[in-house]
């Protein structure tokens, strides 16, 4: 199994899980990682180069996708619009879609790199924030989904939305010093962010969809 992996901090807990989950069995042996960036995930998974990935959700239409997504009830930290000129992030999807949904302009961040502007004092919109306010909805992120292998992925997630994952120090501080960011922001950013779709992020996700469609781009 090719399994598509973001290279984002919001999926470090379902890595972990992964590895703590899968040692040295076969399934674990047998899965090899494909890391790239939101958009490429996305082209590899519609090209069928990968099995399975968290895609981003604008791209999970028509998919066969899991109950885990990456999810933010509120502000997220991570995925912001800076002043400026209109800028689209080329690692995003659905960020870029979810600006232009909201009426916003200027220059899209998503991913680590704007987790730290904002932790450095940037000033920008939270779009997680913004959608919240605009329909009092949690905001959808991406969705893990499958091409083959459902019953593996699909018991996969359930047995992680059942888990409250611990990083141990040695990965917390090993994972704050490669983004240049403390232990302790690094935990206050992952308590802001959940995975299990429930009835209300698949409410927003349907919303979101049609309102994209509204704009030509589905």
Excluded at 89 to 110: Q, R
Excluded at 134 to 145: E, H, I, M, N, S
Excluded at 146 to 165: C, G, S, V, Y
Excluded at 172 to 184: C, F, H, S
Aim: a positive charge; proline letters at 3%.
């Amino acid at each position: 199994m090719i399994f598509g992996s973001i290279h984002y901090l919001n999926l470090l807990p379902f890595q972990l899980f992964l590895k703590r989950t899968l040692p040295h069995t076969q399934t674990q042996q047998s899965i090899r990682y494909k890391r790239d960036y939101p958009s490429n995930i996305n082209r590899a998974f519609k090209n069928r180069a990968i099995d399975a990935a968290f895609i981003s959700s604008i791209a999970s239409k028509g998919c066969r996708c899991s109950d885990l997504g990456i999810v933010a009830d509120g502000a997220v930290y991570s995925v912001l619009v800076l002043p400026g000129a209109n800028e689209e992030d080329h690692e995003s999807a659905t960020s870029n879609m979810l600006a232009k949904v909201l009426g916003l302009h200027g220059k899209i961040t998503i991913g680590d790199k704007a987790l730290k502007l904002f932790l450095s004092g940037t000033e920008g919109v939270d779009l997680a924030l913004r959608w919240k306010e605009k329909t009092d909805l949690p905001f959808v992120f991406a969705r893990l989904c499958f091409n083959t292998h459902e019953k593996e992925i699909t018991k996969l997630a359930k047995a992680f939305a059942k888990k409250r994952i611990k990083i141990p120090q040695t990965i917390l501080k090993k994972e704050a010093l490669k983004r240049d960011i403390t232990p302790a922001e690094l935990l206050w950013y992952l308590d802001h962010i959940h995975y299990s779709m429930d009835h209300r992020a698949k409410k927003s996700l349907k919303l979101f969809l049609k309102m994209s469609q509204s704009k030509g781009r589905l």
